[in-house]
Nanobody, 116 residues
Framework: QVQLVESGGGLVQPGGSLRLSCAASGSTFIINTMAWYRQRPGEQRELVASINSGGLTNYLDSLKGRFTISRDNLKNMVFLQMSSLKPEDTAVYYC??????????WGQGTQVTVSS
């Protein structure tokens, strides 16, 4: 059973930066692509960025240039470096597979609040 634990969120001013971490435990070798998702207040969960085992990345178009996804395969960790944060980035951020067909249990997520 794979467990996902997100961390690194917090309160940050507009224009600031945060680095989110996702630690995955268990048998993750079958998962090629990992991703970050977020759920903004009052909205449905959306895909933010993904990265496959070879390091190929994809991003939500509106986030390109501000967010960077990376991974450490040996440590079974995925990261999301966020810069130039905006109030509309406020959300609970989650990691999981892409696609979601592996039915990994969602972690608790980590809250990111961008406000002055």
């Amino acid at each position: 059973q794979v467990q996902l634990v997100e961390s690194g969120g917090g309160l940050v001013q507009p224009g600031g930066s945060l680095r989110l971490s996702c630690a995955a435990s268990g048998s993750t070798f079958i998962i090629n692509t990992m991703a970050w998702y977020r759920q903004r207040p009052g909205e449905q969960r959306e895909l933010v960025a993904s990265i496959n085992s070879g390091g190929l990345t994809n991003y939500l178009d509106s986030l390109k240039g501000r967010f960077t996804i990376s991974r450490d395969n040996l440590k079974n960790m995925v990261f999301l470096q966020m810069s130039s944060l905006k109030p509309e980035d406020t959300a609970v951020y989650y990691c999981n597979s892409l696609p979601l067909g592996y039915y990994l249990k969602w972690g608790q997520g980590t809250q990111v609040t961008v406000s002055s």
